[in-house]
């Protein structure tokens, strides 16, 4: 289809075409030939790379000021990849000769750069999509935009729309009771560079996840005294074992034996290196790691040294938060200790609701798609999700692959 034939053959027959968003240029909407993209993290770039292989021009809009803005902009300075560097390769190009296992934040944004260069690819940068619709009549998707300035808006139109916001738009940060009135700084570990400013402070990290467990580990290393919150159970694995990552490992396993096997062969080698964690506070889930992951989606904690430091007493370990006060911090069991600042290694969400406007693919609640992976990558009329799988940038290459097939096949 001529996308922009057909919307002009519109614009020139209905006076109101163009008023659901303007333009910042011509007041009209501006038609774009092949997909737009919403955002150029991993996904967006794996996508409009898989794209451009097929010979499929594609638009990306990103509301950051730069490629991958997760990983340059909202993540601590010590962040390696939690998984060896073959499982998070995109599609096409590989990490280079000579990269490490598991490469630092530096050497895996240089590598997209690399990748974005290497496919030609463009995004248009300080344009946060804020709104995107369906037009039944015109049998298009009208995509409206804003830029950082007031009034700086725009409208496209296109027949492909491919949502590449990500898990990780949105920090979610919990309301505790007498949040406002706490002395010390409350920060999420998106605007956690390293534990430098708190050097020799009283620091409570709350959650224990990947992120969590790491900023105790980085608070440790600049001499502050952490305290991590664990409120729900929780698996940690050795990163590593014998050798091999744990990950490859269990991939590997499962191409021969059940998962609840292959679960039983994790918690085992757990417990051989790790001891028993729910003595230092971290009791372990009734699912075994794999099958929790599969089911829930909750990823395992991948143990990179902050273990030993809850086993020697670097890092005490309290359960849930009652309320704050100005300096101190109650904890359901009644204890109440003091800190200095509060480190929220609370996750992040989706934002797909705040502007999507479309019932049926996504779910409002939490701005996933509702099809288990892996058959939640295509949506109606055009729509299609990369990078909402639960299982990082390896689900986001097989997303994209499949988006690109599917849009080459419908071009055709
Ligand atoms: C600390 C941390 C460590 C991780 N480690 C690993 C790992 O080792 N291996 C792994 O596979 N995964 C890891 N992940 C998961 C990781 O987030 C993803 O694998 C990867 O970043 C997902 O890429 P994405 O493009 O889907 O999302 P993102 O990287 O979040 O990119 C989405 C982009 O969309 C943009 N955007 C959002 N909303 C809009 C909008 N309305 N308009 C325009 N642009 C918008 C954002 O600015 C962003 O640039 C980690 C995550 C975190 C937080």
């Known amino acids: 289809m001529d996308v922009s034939r057909e919307i002009e053959g519109k614009q020139s027959h209905d006076p109101l075409f163009g008023n659901w968003g303007m333009s910042r240029r011509s007041g009209r909407c501006e038609p774009v030939h092949g997909p737009i993209i919403v955002g150029a993290g991993p996904s967006g770039l794996?996508?409009?790379a898989c794209l451009k292989e097929r010979g499929v021009a594609s638009v990306i809009l990103e509301r950051s000021d730069c490629i991958a803005s997760l990983w340059q902009r909202k993540t601590y300075d010590r962040l390696r990849l939690?998984?060896?560097?073959?499982f998070c390769e995109l599609p096409i190009m590989g990490f280079p000769l000579g990269s490490q296992t598991y490469p630092d934040k530096r050497e895996f944004v240089e590598y997209l750069e690399a990748y974005a260069r290497r496919f030609g690819i463009r995004p248009q940068f300080k344009e946060a999509v804020a709104a995107a619709e369906h037009d039944g009549a015109l049998g298009l998707w009208r995509v409206r935009t804003v830029g950082p300035k007031e009034g700086e808006e725009r409208e496209y139109v296109c027949q492909w729309l491919v949502v590449a916001t990500g898990e990780n738009a949105e920090a979610v940060v919990p309301e505790i009771e007498g949040m406002?009135?706490?002395?010390?700084?409350?920060?999420?570990?998106?605007?956690?560079?390293?534990?430098?400013?708190?050097r020799g402070k009283r620091v409570l990290v709350v959650g224990c996840g990947n992120s969590g467990m790491e900023v105790c580990l980085d608070l440790c290393n600049h001499n502050a005294m952490p305290s991590l919150v664990v409120r729900d159970t929780v698996h940690v694995l050795p990163r590593d074992v014998l050798g091999r990552s744990t990950f490859g490992l269990s991939m590997w396993l499962l191409k021969w034996l059940p998962m609840r096997l292959v679960d039983r062969l994790l918690l085992l080698a757990a417990r051989v290196m790790l001891g028993d964690t729910a003595r230092l506070g971290l009791k372990r889930p009734k699912l075994g790691p794999l099958e929790l992951k599969c089911l829930n989606g909750k990823t395992p904690v991948l143990d990179v040294g902050t273990l030993a430091k809850i086993k020697s007493g670097d890092v005490k370990v309290y359960p849930g938060i009652r309320r704050l006060k100005r300096h101190t911090v109650e904890f359901v069991d009644g204890r109440i200790e003091?800190?200095?600042a509060i480190i929220l290694a609370t996750g992040y969400k989706s934002n797909v609701p705040t502007?999507?406007?479309?019932?049926s693919m996504f779910s409002k609640d939490?701005?996933?798609?509702?099809?288990?992976f892996p058959n939640g990558w295509k949506g109606e009329r055009g729509l299609y999700a990369v990078g909402f799988t639960k299982r990082g940038i390896l689900g986001a290459s097989m997303d994209a692959r499949r988006t690109a097939e599917d849009i080459e096949r419908c071009r055709k």
């Open 366 to 372: 939490d701005g996933f798609p509702r099809r288990a």
């Open 355 to 359: 502007w999507l406007k479309e019932g």
């Open 338 to 340: 003091k800190f200095d």
């Open 82 to 86: 939690h998984l060896p560097k073959q």
């Open 46 to 48: 794996a996508v409009a």
């Open 180 to 198: 406002e009135g706490f002395g010390g700084p409350i920060r999420h570990t998106s605007m956690y560079g390293s534990g430098e400013e708190f």
